[in-house]
Each structure stands twice: as C-alpha cells, then as structure tokens.
C-alpha cells in the first residue's frame, strides 16, 4: 500500500513539473530561403521572417525599419532537378 502511494506522489509530481516547465519556441529559420530579415522589437527582443531569395529584396524590405538581413543559416539549398532522360541500356 505505501508503495502505491509512493508512486502515485511521484507520479504527480513529475506532471506537475512537465506542466510548470516553459513552452519551447519553434524554429525561426525557413529553410526555404536563403536570406532572413532580422526584425528588432527592443533592445534583445528580434524575431525573423526568412522569405527573401536575395540581400538586396531583404535590403529593400528592412529600409526605413529597425531591421537587418542576415543569411539563412539553415537554407536546404535549391532543389535537385531530376533528369527526364532514361538511361541508356548496353547491348
């Protein structure tokens, strides 16, 4: 019996801490795109919109704003384009 309730204690405990912890952010980066506009909201608050596929159309979207364009250090790449021959058979 004491058992039981030794487990059931720690139980809801460890809920009770997996609800206290904070909520986890999710990735700002798309890797879609290989230029991101920083977008500063104060002194150390920034989020990022990563759709630009140039410095100069980020340059263009962050003129007159407290903004920078950085490189999207998690840009997949372009997308492989795949051959629409068929490989030739010998023999």
């Not at 990735?27 to 879609?32: E, I, K, L, N, V």
């Not at 919109?49 to 372009?78: D, F, H, K, L, M």
Request: hydrophobic share 35%.
């Amino acid at each position: 019996m004491k058992s039981y309730a030794l487990a059931a204690a720690m139980t809801s405990a460890a809920f009770a801490a997996m609800l206290a912890t904070a909520p986890v952010q999710a990735q700002t980066y798309d890797p879609a795109y290989p230029v991101c506009l920083q977008i500063y909201q104060g002194m150390t608050d920034y989020y990022f919109e990563c759709a630009y596929t140039s410095i100069p159309q980020c340059q263009a979207s962050a003129s007159g704003r407290y903004a920078s364009c950085v490189v999207n250090p998690y840009y997949a790449g372009p997308k492989a384009k795949r051959s629409k021959k068929k490989p030739r058979v010998s023999g």
